[in-house]
């Protein structure tokens, strides 16, 4: 990261047990307010306000602990016998320091070229009187929105301690309308809900989403984030954390009764939540708010608040656009097994060479070969080849731990002919890394792995982590599993390979820092689309809260929607419009996008597939046209370094007229659009390949009216005259 202005004003305010009255902040912009005091009994709180009105009230701060002997604590003792402790009460203002930001950095890759950081910061001394134990709480406000978190600083009296319980709050002002997925431990693949807060219990039971067998559900009142809140007044919120590093994943529980929103935290196999050392912190929980859903997407708070990048040289990052054999596998056309022959799948005991082959690995050479020739054809960068590696017949049984040593081929991927002759057509292969979520066996074989990697030309993977955790107890969203992610990307980029993540936890921002994290899933993805389908709505709600977070590998681009077509046992349809699918290049921005679909079905609809071909990856600028959660939404962005533009316009189940406004474009100078377009009769369920391309003229002074169907969407190319 490049900084290139920064202006800092500082003041520190000392004074020893200060009040209970307590402290305010207001935002650079005057808009949002946070209010910190302490209870009658000493407990912290905040509260926050947006133009004069109160969104958050009096929420409290603090945490169980035990293990909190001071210097002397071993963590050989029985940790599990130790009686939990308080870290919420009993406290006194020690000090207040505060301090002004006003910086632009410089991404990498992403939304814009060029992102302003402008805060007010508030941190909080505290001690707690009787145990002299010491805890900060530092407040960041933006313009659109508050970040804060913990701050334990090196302590004889709190050095080595256990987190049992987070005792932040977020308490609501009213019967919110939200849009939320159930808290799980272990994945976030589900369809969102809309409801009013005091109806997410009653709706529990009925929504849609993964059955796996190792979920972890904690609540019948508790929700995901980031999770989107709308008032009845028309303000919109958004809650997340930013910078989840060392710290299990956090999810909301609901008091229904008083509306109060309280952390939940992923524990470990104990029922712990956090190991922790001081000096040490939290992640920042985060409250987004605006009365224009514009803003939310507009929103650099998570980012903002990482750590600026921790790479030195990050020449060889670069946003990839791909294809892959990964679609027919999903369908059911073809397999990542090589084999049915199950017996003897222990790993030191196959002998592939003997096994009879079923006849639809998907990862074959002369597979994998026609997917190289259409990328190098239509200009793509890379091919991923899910299914190439030997142990996928069998890897959910009891030798999983070590079934996948991720640099074995199986007899029909001819990996040292395809990585030629792939250089040959100026194509990467993109390696992929099913791990079965057995983390030490992975992490026991990466160096070997990422060495395999680059040694044969590999410089991206998709890794993956389907299945129970082993060892046995764990989350996936645990601070074990956290830091296992985190380390996986920080020794990628000791060998320069870019990593995106599936199944791992929901992204947080960290790609500021490790901007070779290129990419995660975790979220209800196009996968979906073969398993029964996604709501039509799904797209205009994701870049409200997966997106918050960072870039997602949704891998859009599906052009067939029955199924059937590729495997007739598969009845799912895909439920959007062709031209919804070509929007989600725009309105679902990420560094790392697949054109999902066969080949030989893009070789259907070329015309379509043009828009695939140049959209961009990477931007100068993003502005927000229009938005509404779950709804609709239309964004322009501008090509990093390019005199091009691109609009995308996702619609969800309601048909309705989207107008682009383009006084985006530079004054003065004229521009032809290229519009891809539903049809009139277009629909997701009943016409959905309807769609018309057409040609205009246009300035900054245009605005054009675009008809979306149900389901439908539109996106424009434009390029000057």
Sequence with gaps: ????????????????????????????????????????????????????????????????????????????????????????IGFKVVSVDRDTVNETWVPVWGEESVITNNYNEMKVNLRQSDTKRDMSIDFRIFNDGLGFRYEFPMQKKLSYFVITDELTEFAMTGDHEAYWIPADYDTQEYDYTRSRLSEISGLMDQVNGPTYPWQHRP?????????????????????????????????????????????LLTPD??????????????????????????????????????????????????????????????????????????????????????????????????????????????????VLVEGWNTGWEDWSNKFKDEVFDFVTPYPDFDLPFLRDYAKEKGVKLIMHHETSSSIRNYERRMDEAYKFMKDNGYDAVKSGYV????????????????NHYLYAVKKAADYKIMVNAHEAVRPTGLCRT???????????????????????????????????????DYTPGLFENDLSKYNPKNKSWVNTTLTNQLSLYVTMSSPLQMAADLPETYEKFLDAFQF??????????????????????????????????????????????????????????????????????????????????????????????????????????????
């Design 269 to 382: 196999p104990m029922g712990d939540m956090a190991y922790m050392q001081s000096d040490c912190v939290t992640p920042w929980r985060t409250i987004i708010v605006s009365d224009d859903a514009r803003d939310i997407l507009a929103s650099r708070i998570t980012l903002n608040l990482n750590e600026p990048c921790a790479i030195e040289d990050t020449s060889w990052i670069k946003p990839c656009k791909y294809v892959g054999v990964w679609w027919e596998m999903i369908t059911r056309k073809g397999k990542w097994s090589y084999t049915n022959d199950y017996a003897n799948i222990h790993l030191d005991k196959v002998d592939y060479t003997k096994s009879k082959p079923h006849g639809k690995h998907g990862a074959t050479t002369e597979n994998v070969k026609k997917y190289i020739d259409f990328a190098s054809k239509h200009g793509f960068d890379a």
């Design 219 to 263: 609540s019948p009142t508790g929700v995901q984030t980031a999770l989107m809140l709308r008032t009845d007044d028309g303000i919109y919120m958004n809650l997340h954390e930013a910078a989840l590093v060392n710290y299990p994943c956090m999810h909301l529980d609901l008091d229904e009764k008083n509306l109060v929103f309280k952390a």
């Design 612 to 721: 695939i071909k140049d959209v961009a990856l990477d931007w100068d600028q993003s502005y927000y046209l229009e938005a509404e959660p779950m709804e609709y939404l239309t964004v322009a962005r501008k090509a990093k370094g390019a005199d091009e533009w691109f609009v995308g316009g996702t619609n969800g189940e309601a048909p309705r007229t989207a107008e682009v406004d383009f006084s985006f474009l530079p004054e003065g100078r004229k521009f032809v659009a290229t519009i891809y377009r539903d049809g009139k009769d277009a629909h997701y369920k009943t016409n959905p390949q309807s769609y018309i391309i057409e040609s205009k003229n246009v300035t900054a002074k245009s605005k054009i009216k675009i008809p979306e169907a149900s389901g439908g969407g539109f996106a424009i190319s434009i390029v000057p005259v």
């Design 467 to 482: 299945g129970r955790i082993i060892p046995a107890g764990s989350n996936h969203f645990s601070q074990w599993l956290v």
């Design 514 to 552: 490790w901007p070779n994290l290129i990419g995660n899933e975790s979220a209800r993805g196009s996968e979906y689309q073969a398993f029964g389908g996604s709501k039509p709505s799904h797209t205009t709600i994701l870049p409200f809260t997966r997106l918050i977070g960072g870039p997602m």
């Design 1 to 88: 990261m490049k900084r290139l202005i920064r202006s800092v004003g500082g003041l520190i305010l000392t004074v020893f047990a200060l009040p209970v009255c307590g402290q305010t902040m207001s935002s650079p912009d005057g808009n949002l307010s946070v209010a910190f005091s302490l209870t009658e009994d000493g407990q912290p709180q905040y509260s926050l306000s947006y133009k004069g009105k109160e969104v958050v009230k009096p929420s409290k701060l603090g945490f169980r602990i035990k293990g909190a002997e001071g210097k002397d604590a071993n963590w050989d003792d029985d940790m599990k016998t130790r009686k939990p402790d308080d870290l919420d």
